[in-house]
């Protein structure tokens, strides 16, 4: 359940910037997920996995389904706001190209991945030497499934692995509670 202020609460979901229909549903299911605990989320603001995740989020929202104060938020690799996907609440328009993966990950508490390549694993790599916690969301395809990463460390810099999870729920819910061991300074 939603407490005061986790609507100013971010979880990032990256992922595919292209998505087939179940890569959609899975991330639109993420995005209702985020919706319903209350928090907010960021992404990089494009289609595929962004766009149908807040798609996702906002139709939660807007069933009721989810408390009043949640945004979705898009970090654009470019200077033009037009290039958004249409469910993005707030767009900010960064013209830093791939750079922007530093900043969506740190906007994020912690990080669910849905299917994704080379971008979305560089924004697992920039997230975990950032300390934010690390979920795959498995049956996604791409990088979420086919590199081995869940239930390992990249390297020395934190104890708690990258996490694997069926289902959104679950993804979710670990990534709240990750975040929530973060903000008390535990480490495993």
């Given at each position: 359940?939603?407490?005061?202020?986790?609507?100013?609460?971010?979880?990032?979901?990256?992922?595919?910037?292209?998505?087939?229909?179940?890569?959609?549903?899975?991330?639109?299911?993420?995005?209702?997920?985020?919706?319903?605990?209350?928090?907010?989320?960021?992404?990089?603001?494009?289609?595929?996995?962004?766009?149908?995740?807040?798609?996702?989020?906002?139709?939660?929202?807007?069933?009721?389904?989810?408390?009043?104060?949640?945004?979705?938020?898009?970090?654009?690799?470019?200077?033009?706001?037009?290039?958004?996907?249409?469910?993005?609440?707030?767009?900010?328009?960064?013209?830093?190209?791939?750079?922007?993966?530093?900043?969506?990950?740190?906007?994020?508490?912690a990080v669910?991945?849905?299917?994704?390549?080379?971008?979305?694993?560089?924004?697992?790599?920039?997230?975990?030497?950032?300390?934010?916690?690390?979920?795959?969301?498995?049956?996604?395809?791409?990088?979420?499934?086919?590199?081995?990463?869940?239930?390992?460390?990249?390297?020395?810099?934190?104890?708690?692995p990258i996490?694997?999870?069926?289902?959104?729920?679950?993804?979710?819910?670990?990534?709240?509670?990750?975040?929530?061991?973060?903000?008390?300074?535990?480490?495993?």
């Open positions: 359940m939603a407490g005061p202020g986790d609507a100013a609460r971010c979880i990032a979901v990256i992922g595919a910037a292209r998505a087939d229909a179940a890569l959609s549903r899975a991330a639109g299911e993420v995005g209702a997920a985020i919706a319903r605990a209350g928090w907010s989320l960021v992404c990089g603001g494009l289609g595929g996995v962004m766009d149908a995740a807040c798609q996702g989020f906002r139709e939660a929202r807007d069933r009721g389904d989810a408390p009043a104060g949640g945004r979705t938020i898009g970090l654009l690799p470019g200077a033009d706001r037009a290039a958004a996907g249409p469910a993005m609440d707030l767009v900010f328009p960064t013209g830093m190209g791939y750079a922007r993966n530093v900043l969506v990950v740190l906007a994020g508490e669910v991945a849905v299917g994704g390549g080379s971008g979305t694993l560089s924004e697992v790599c920039h997230a975990w030497q950032h300390g934010r916690p690390v979920c795959l969301l498995g049956g996604t395809g791409g990088l979420a499934d086919e590199l081995g990463l869940a239930g390992r460390r990249l390297d020395w810099r934190h104890e708690r996490h694997r999870a069926d289902d959104a729920a679950a993804a979710v819910a670990w990534c709240i509670a990750a975040a929530d061991e973060v903000r008390r300074g535990a480490t495993g």
